[in-house]
């Protein structure tokens, strides 16, 4: 038997196209994985944890990614120990593994926090990290990963947190990297207000941050998808650019925040949006992937 999406139509699909493609800057990302990931967050994930290939071939298509992208995304989060394939006929299942779960549960954690701590005793985590010349890629996967922690940069392998909860996760951070990453943890305060500000200016571009937020809201305010298709694209786009914030944002305390920050408003939209287009969108996937 041939592995087909049940309900699928080509009207369908160009209407959820052409609903997304209206939104300006909308860009498909870095590659289908990383909105592989989304979908499995939103759709997959501990609802059944797994999914048919054609199903996730046709979300993602709405989104604007072609079938073998898609299919190389499957493999590579297969190699990489998120998924797993299983055979049912001429057709293939992909469930999550334990790992992939764990990893999508963080995720999602992170995504949907409640946002910065209100107090702040002023403590700070100091990273001092050193990567060999020749581990670029390894340089790239620090410098992603601690984005992700909320660290800023103040130079070339130093590193700075207000968030000395964060240590746990860094230090993950560095022991998934590696021996020829080499690193020490320093907890520090600075009392002086000024002083505080100045070296978050040096570490972070909030100007550059809270533009980003504007536009975000500016974005996702004027969507209005109106079919469970489109409602699964913009749901997809919606978590992609807030997960670009999100690496963008380290969640500054509030005390150091500029005044009119737009990051609390920017997370209301998303919790708004999430919880409306997250039910239509399902509609859309419950057809082709009815409750067990």
């Known amino acids: ?28 990302g870095p590659s289908a994985r990383a909105y592989l990931r989304i979908v499995l967050g ?20 709405l989104i604007g990614f072609e079938e073998k992208a898609v299919r190389q995304a499957l493999t590579r989060s ?49 990273l001092l990290t050193t990567v060999p010349e020749n581990h670029r890629n390894l340089r ?61 200016t040096q570490a972070w571009d909030l100007g550059d941050i809270d533009r ?14 109106d079919s469970p298709a489109a409602a699964l694209a913009q749901l997809a786009h919606l978590v992609y650019q807030w997960r670009r914030l999100l690496l963008a944002d380290p969640g500054l305390p509030p005390s150091l925040l500029p005044p009119q920050w737009s990051g609390e408003r920017a997370r209301q939209l998303l919790l708004d949006r999430h919880t409306r287009w997250r039910g239509l969108a399902r509609s859309w996937w419950h057809e082709r992937e009815p409750v067990e």
Do not use: C
């Not at 501990?46 to 993602?60: E, I, K, P």
């Not at 057709?91 to 954690?109: E, F, M, N, P, V």
């Not at 980003?212 to 998808?225: G, V």
């Open 140 to 200: 790239h996967r620090l410098r992603t990963a601690l984005a992700w922690a909320g660290f800023g940069s103040l130079g070339p392998g130093v590193w700075i947190s207000p968030h000395p909860s964060h240590a746990p996760e860094a230090r993950q951070v560095l022991a998934g990297l590696g021996e020829p990453v080499q690193a020490t943890l320093l907890h520090a305060r600075l009392d002086d207000p000024e002083e505080r500000h100045r070296i978050v």
């Open 212 to 225: 980003q937020y504007r536009d975000f809201i500016d974005r996702f305010s004027a969507a209005h998808p």
């Open 42 to 61: 939103d759709h997959v994930l501990d609802r059944a944890d797994a999914a048919w290939t054609q199903t996730l071939v046709d979300a993602l298509g």
């Open 78 to 126: 297969a190699a990489a120990g998120l998924l797993t394939p299983r055979r049912a006929g001429r057709r293939t299942r992909w469930h999550l593994t334990a790992a992939g779960k764990d990893s999508l549960i963080a995720a999602k954690h992170r995504l949907f926090a409640t946002g910065p701590e209100p107090d702040w005793d002023g403590e700070w985590l100091i």
């Open 1 to 28: 038997m041939v592995e087909t999406a049940l309900g699928s139509n080509e009207a369908d699909l160009a209407q959820a196209r052409s609903a997304v493609a209206r939104w300006p800057g909308n860009a498909r």
